[in-house]
Each structure stands twice: as C-alpha cells, then as structure tokens.
T-cell receptor, first 115, second 113 residues
C-alpha cells in the first residue's frame, strides 16, 4: 500500500531533550515536506526537500533540522525542543514538478508535547 | 509570498443542507489550487485540485469548487451534506513553479444528523 509512515505517533518529552521524528515513503516520491498544525493557524511548512541532499526552509524552520540522505526518508530533528514546539506534525510527499509537487500524500501525524 | 484566507472557522449545519466554504488567496500570478480534507482520526487527503482549464472542478464525494480568477477565490461547495462530511477542510495554494504550498487556517465542518 502506498503510504507515508511517521514515527512516533505520540510523544511527550521535556525541554532540551533531543528527539527525531522519522518519516518514510514507499512511493519513490522526489518531494517531501514537514508541516506543523496548530489551532487557528492551519498547516505551516517547516522544511521541504526536492530530492536527495536537497533541502530548503519553509515558513517556520527555527528550532528544527532535517536531512535527506535517502530518497525514502526525511527525518525531522528537534535538537533542543521547547514548549512552543508542542504541536501536531505531518510529513507529506509527492512526485515533484511544478504542478505535481503539491498533490501531497500525508502521513498520519505525530502529536508532540514538550513539557 | 502567497497567503490563504478561509472565511469560516467553524460551520455547523444539518444533513441535506448545502455547504459553501470560502477561500481567498493573495498572489497575482498563476496558481495551483487545492482543497484537502481531514476526517476525524484520518490522514489529510486531497479533495480536489485546479491547475488549469475549466474553472469548475469536481472532486470526490460530491464536492466541487469554482476558481474565480478576478476574485482570487476558490470556494468549495456541496449541494447536500451528509453526517460523514464532518471534517476539517483546508484550502491550499502554490504559485506555479514554486514548491511552497501555503495552507489556510482550516474550517471545521460539523454536520448534525
């Protein structure tokens, strides 16, 4: 089944404790992206990647890192999480291209709480 | 950079009522337009999209949207809603040739049986 898989789905952590949210897709998609969803703000893009070793900042990249060493994986790293990073995170992927880039397949979401 | 406005934060209606959700964007160039839906407990999924051609597009589950270029709008409609249409709906826009997809704040639709 074509899908985007995120882990963990739920995580409670404490301020400053590094964590990684993994994202993997099995569709050979070139484009991958991370979003955070907050009430009243919709989805805001954190980082995106157009292909292996090609990443760029979205609207809200502060406090996050990403890497794209393999086509299928696009982990989101919080080096020193803070409470304002408490949110629902979505990974998404697509084939790419100027139109196709944005017919996204989403993961199930990862709900992160930072105490 | 483009921005997206969704007019309603929460809409409550009864089954068989008609639904229209407003979406406006701010960008003067050519755009791709999308509506995504998030049903309770499910992934975000594509409802419909507009790239070019007929400005009235039809999506899944009886939804349609009309692109009105002069009004920078892409409103979503359904003539008769069902309880199963209860979900959060997101309008999204990207400038043609740009990878950045901007989402609206979302509209929660509650359909009462």
């Amino acid at each position: 089944e074509a899908q985007v898989t995120q882990n963990p789905r739920y995580l409670i952590t404490v301020t400053g404790k590094k964590l990684t949210v993994t994202c993997s897709q099995n569709m050979n998609h070139e484009y991958m992206s991370w979003y955070r969803q907050d009430p009243g703000l919709g989805l805001r893009q954190i980082y995106y990647s157009m292909n292996v070793e090609v990443t760029d900042k979205g609207d809200v990249p502060e406090g996050y890192k990403v890497s794209r060493k393999e086509k299928r994986n696009f982990p989101l790293i919080l080096e020193s999480p803070s409470p304002n990073q408490t949110s629902l995170y979505f990974c998404a992927s697509s084939w790419g291209g100027t139109s196709g880039a944005n017919v996204l397949t989403f993961g199930a979401g990862s709900r992160l709480t930072v105490l | 950079a483009q921005s997206v406005s969704q007019h309603n934060h929460h809409v409550i209606l009864s089954e068989a009522a008609s639904l229209e959700l407003g979406c406006n964007y701010s960008y003067g160039g050519t755009v791709n337009l999308f509506w995504y839906v998030q049903y309770p407990g499910q992934h975000l999924q594509l409802l419909l999209k507009y790239f070019s051609g007929d400005p009235l597009v039809k999506g899944i589950k009886g939804f349609e949207a009309e692109f009105i270029k002069s009004k920078f709008s892409f409103n979503l409609r359904k003539p008769s809603v069902q309880w199963s249409d209860t979900a959060e709906y997101f309008c999204a826009v990207n400038a043609r040739g740009d990878y950045k997809l901007s989402f609206g704040a979302g509209t929660t639709v509650t359909v009462r049986a």
